[in-house]
């Protein structure tokens, strides 16, 4: 089992920005390839970003990419998603999610991901 646990969420104003966190125990955490999805009201919970057991290799949703950034700090378990240029529409609850796999798997697929933590509010007013 891997246990995630994500922090750094918060209300904002459009064009700010925020770091979220997510830390991993359990199990290896090396071991799996990880992501950022989120789930705004009334609608389904959609990828945001993911990234592989290295960090070498970074997948990014289209509304996302160029103003969020994607990183792990394998030494002290913890993912990260570096948000810029916070807009309304960014408005959602942000999941961290972890999926089996070798050190190179990443994927976009929700429902691939194995494990996923509570989540964590971001609220962007405008």
């Known amino acids: 089992q891997v246990q995630l646990v994500e922090s750094g969420g918060g209300l904002v104003q459009a064009g700010a920005s925020l770091r979220l966190s997510c830390a991993a125990s359990?199990?290896?955490?090396?071991?799996?390839?990880m992501g950022w999805f989120r789930q705004a009201p009334g609608k389904e919970r959609e990828f945001v970003a993911a990234?592989?057991?290295?960090?070498?290799?970074?997948y990014y949703a289209d509304s996302v990419k160029g103003r969020f950034t994607i990183s792990k700090d394998n030494p002290k378990t913890t993912l990260y998603l570096q948000m810029n240029g916070l807009k309304p529409e960014d408005t959602a609850v942000y999941y961290c999610?972890?999926?089996?796999?070798?050190?190179?798997?990443?994927?976009?697929?929700?429902?691939?991901?194995?494990?996923w933590g509570q989540g964590t509010q971001v609220t962007v007013s405008s």
């Open positions: 999610a972890a999926v089996d796999g070798d050190k190179d798997f990443i994927t976009r697929q929700k429902s691939l991901y194995n494990y």
């Open positions: 359990g199990r290896a955490f090396s071991t799996y390839g």
């Open positions: 990234i592989n057991w290295s960090g070498g290799r970074t």
